[in-house]
């Protein structure tokens, strides 16, 4: 078995051995992704399509460069579109060499141009999964489990292209699917509260992020606020991430800008398709656009505050008055 | 009140009338992104206020009155859920047989009801260079394996009515042979039905190919085969759908989709 | 393989042909378990040792009567105690046949008196597993998978005494367990709160009552409080389960006493032991006691509303007050 | 400040203050119920405030300053938990590598650490009529595969310490063979120290059988050993164990288990 990322003997042992304690965890977007994220590394990005996926991590990964990248996740949208961009300008600078996915697109916003580009020209290698797949997989990973049985998508062409077996269930006699875990080498996860700790509070679908986060040798936390560790340990039952899975935590208000973070911002639904049109024009054949975009979006800011100071006022205005709400207790805002 | 018709729509439209009035009341129905999220909120704001949605990301019988979402995983998909945890969760519960309907798109589909949305090309020899390279499954391929039933909605063209699929992302029928599905290894019953942009469809019960159940306003039964890469069976009583009402595309247009998201007014191949 | 409940496809089946609209389950506890819990029944028994434990639900079985039953929990104290008493006093009219099990006692407050007398005497047909064991067990049936892997207990003497198959990881070619899912024909849950659709919140330790929930074929929920569903669906992170997977809601106060239902009320420590010391004297041959309290707070009662009638009201404010606190928004009751 | 030392204590009382001596600081320890319970607790009053307990009910990193909880399970264990779901969480976490220390007690104890908390009596013949039935694992055996490391507290009395069990519920070092837990399939690295109210063992690193390490106050290696159904391994440096000072005495007498709960004035066989 060719395993990406660690074994999962190699993900017991560094957890295992790893300095679990309560400490202080805060770091800046630079110092963590220098820190926890190498060339050759899988990345477990959590998130799903444009909602909650960790843009500011990716920003700062892109301004520093990796090569030989593994991408892991279910269904992406902009996180992977930004790497890829950076892919398509300079692969010297990074590169995506493989991906273990089910989908890759952004809804509403259209299918992803870069994805194609880089598929139809033999850039990347893929490894096909289902949605299901790719979060059972996760979930084997944090469970401290090598496989977990799954009923999907048993018939079909995916299982020639992944490291999925099907054997028969031993108690009933029926096929069954046995998924290998994933264990990333680092995840990258936005939420929209944390604590110094790294624990983790989310509203809204959890998506995989707690899977990926406990699945993975180092996790990478952006939070839209931090808040006081009292806060967070009143509500036990509301912490989606404990401490101890955690090893980096940054406050990256909009971390997750253009896309939505429940209860905090919509989707940008101007600079989405703005984005995407650049990576149209470059699937075509036109670079200059999307090499624009980067000089003024990416590289040519320090951190997603500045990028931030692009964006025209009433864009932010208006992603955030889509989600305003009554903060109640619990860290839950909750819209009337 | 008689019913008044509709008369100007475009087949987006229909394809979004005949799918919400295909979804029974009182089901949990998981709802692919697209087209089913359009049709499910017009199924809800007329004949189904009691079905439950099931997104994906996580969300379980949300109401939709806080506008359409753009994705399974937005807010808007939240709002006053009665559960709400990820993806794992959504999918277990649809394995446990908690989802009577599985709703969702395909690029290409098969005489059996087996979908593509993965590639066009040779599989697998020019799997790493494909002529087009598809998003990827996303959940649609397990919710064709495990919800109990899946109601399939599509564009209706030649290209992407084949004998055989370029690459299998979500299983229908198989290949067609008896109990192919429990063979296989998989829980739900399999693909009722394929709406298009021209016809209603459902499978035979006995050789589990596709046949016509009704045409669309303006389609026949000659127009549909020829838009058919195979041959369909056309039983006797094939009828004509019910033209949208005038309400329908209201509600479309104004309420669930006004910004044309996902009902765009021409189709893009 | 032999299964107890439903097989994995009987369960399946079962829940698929179920009707899983959103109605309103309210009914009598009594007319709750006349419905729902037959003769031959396997059990699933919510809560940990004396805590959340179905106690309410256990009494009415108890008046009711059942037979030849299996019984299905990780660990309990009081809701098995209390059918193994009615057990005791009358075979005719209560019998446990089979339990599934990982541990019986009531930890702080003692061994379980009447285990060591049924199974000593041969009375009981017993399966022995770990905690996670039949959590995971309950787990796989909730996800719909015939079984789930486990790493314990390899080794043990357990595996001669269960159902569970060692096999050979074919991902890393180590051993590990395969438990087959539990799918019990039918689920005592008792909880905080719940709607009367059946959505339930749980405060504290969410034990295996989601889980165990999911995994059988019907669910009977007692809850301290009815709320209102437009409480409950203002929170939905906090729903740990949905209503279709219940079928039957009673707003039973006090369901779990005298066992502890966290930030409602603690463990009555007067009331325990006095139960324990009369199934202890049952087990050394002197039923009278045993006979006594079954006739005054069981049968002797028309329902739990009646048997706390029965108990001092300086007790009762006594396991009140220790978990008094403010009542904060999601249900959260927070002792300050 | 010099230690001050208890001169009026229970042997119940010792075996707490070694075990809470035992455990080391800002490690995460899943505790058993009982013993474990307490001693925990008053490391964490002591020298080891960065302790993150963990509770097989759910809970993860309480402060346990509301009172000694009863049960693993109960509301004590929740007081400002950094995670709080339910069993299959604190399993799973466990099964991942995030519990450093399994914290266990057990009624029965071989050379190897293995301990049975099943039953009493020939198995598996009269499995149906044990001598003495045991409460059974709990979640004490998935503590002893797959935590890193275990410690085992436990009444120390020759019938408890037997060179064959009766029933292995938690697996210690199996039969003492070169990677005997590797090779079956666990994932922790087995006992490190067993707790007794007479001494503190360890094992040999090459037999892994049980060996000496310190005698507790009152007992001598003779005493000990006679006490001990197997032959101990007893290496050179064994060293008494410091005697309880009047602090801890008081902690646990005042402040912890005042009610005496876990904590009797005489040990029930």
Known sequence: MHWTGLSPDEARKFTADKNKSKRDKRKSLHDAVQEFINDGDNIGIGGFVNSRQPVSIVHEIIRQGRKDLTLSYQSAGLAVEYLAGAMVLNEEHLNIKRMEFAYWAHEAFGISPLFRYLAENSKLELEDWSNYNMSARFKAGSMGLPFIPCRSPLGSDMIQRNRAK??????????????????????????????????????????????????????IVTCDRLIEHDDMVRFPNRISIPFFAVDAVVEVPFGSYPGNSHGVHYFDEKHIPEFRSVCEQARKGDYSSLKDYYETFIFGVKNTARFMDKIPFSQVQQVQKIESGSRLDAGFTVLE | MDKQYATDFTIQEMIVVAGARTLPDNKVIFAGTGLPLVAITLAQLTHAPGIVPVFEAGAVGPSLSRGLPL????????????????????????????????FIGGAEIDPYGNLNSTMMGAFPDNYQSPKTRLPGSGGASDMACSCEQTIIIMVHEPRRFNEKLNYVTSPGYLDGSPNARWNAGLVGQGPQRVITTKAILGFDDDTRRMKLIATLPGETVRSIQDATGFKLIIPDDVYAFEPPTVEEIHLIREVIDPKGYFVKKTIKN
């Open chain 1, 166 to 219: 099907v054997m028969e269930c031993p108690f009933t006699q029926r096929p069954i699917m046995l998924l290998p875990a994933s264990h990333p080498n680092v995840a990258i996860i936005h939420v929209q509260e944390a604590d110094i700790y790294g624990n983790c509070r989310i509203q809204g679908p959890l998506f995989t992020c707690p899977e990926i986060a406990m699945a993975s040798a180092y996790t």
């Open chain 2, 71 to 102: 994705s399974v995983g937005d807010s808007r998909t939240t709002n006053k859920a009665n559960y709400l945890l990820g993806l794992n969760s959504a999918f277990e519960l649809t394995q446990r047989g908690f989802a009577d309907i599985g």
